[in-house]
């Protein structure tokens, strides 16, 4: 089955710094990639996503790059804020089966005030 | 907005206890799923279901059941909990459309002693 992997694990940057979440997956039949966000106390809640047939996505400060060949997709959050401390998980939908998600592991990322 | 609920945030349970964990959501979508999450492991999909009666398992079902007699409620059963189960759980819904968004509820976290 698919799989995939997030890095990095834990992420620090200065408020107004940019940051970066990358994973890889392993089926080259996946055609989908959303991005999670999860708040303490709360559960994930979809920021962005992305689909094979496209390369990058912006919206305002957050944007997605896939690169197909490589099979690896990353986050971008520019300008960070406080309120972007949270965990995010990367995910792609498996062939063959459209409804189920793989996530990945998850990132804690904390913007330094 | 779509909204989905567990019926606990916080339970705690005995070891062979048969617990139940129950998601309702209230936008009449055909898609239910039910994760367990752990630090490090992301979110791991125990079951989902794609209409009423029907189940499917997910990546780690073993000691775990379902039920969704109702469009709008999914059940997560543990038949005789473990400590090993001690974990958050959240449920998740989504349209039947393919590789749309999920919605996530609050989580439950589980305690198992």
């Known amino acids: 089955g698919e799989n995939v992997e997030q890095h990095p694990s834990t992420l620090s940057v200065q408020e107004g710094d940019s940051a970066v979440i990358k994973c890889t997956y392993s089926?080259?039949?996946?055609?989908?990639f959303p991005w999670y966000k999860q708040e303490l106390g709360k559960g994930p809640q979809l920021i962005i996503d992305?689909?094979?047939?496209?390369g990058e996505k912006k919206d305002q400060r957050i944007a997605v790059t896939l690169n197909k060949t490589a099979k690896h997709f990353s986050l971008h959050i520019t300008e960070t804020q406080p309120e972007d401390s949270a965990v995010y998980f990367c995910a792609a939908s498996m062939s063959g089966s459209a409804r189920q998600l793989t996530f990945g592991s998850g990132t804690q990322l904390t913007v330094l005030p | 907005d779509v909204k989905v609920t567990q019926s606990s945030r916080y339970l705690v349970k005995r070891t062979g206890e048969k617990v139940f964990l129950e998601c309702v959501q209230d936008?009449?979508?055909?898609?239910m799923f039910w994760y367990r999450q752990d630090p490090g492991l992301g979110l791991r999909l125990i079951y989902f279901s794609y209409d009423v009666k029907m189940k499917e398992k997910g990546d780690i079902p073993e000691g775990y059941s379902v039920s969704r007699e109702k469009k709008e409620r999914f059940s997560l059963i543990l038949e005789s909990a473990s400590t090993n189960q001690t974990s958050m759980y959240l449920c998740a819904s989504s349209p039947v459309r393919v590789n749309y968004e999920q919605y996530f509820g609050p989580g439950t976290r589980l305690t198992v002693t």
């Open positions: 992305i689909r094979s047939n496209v």
């Open positions: 089926d080259s039949a996946s055609n989908y």
């Open positions: 936008m009449d979508h055909e898609n």
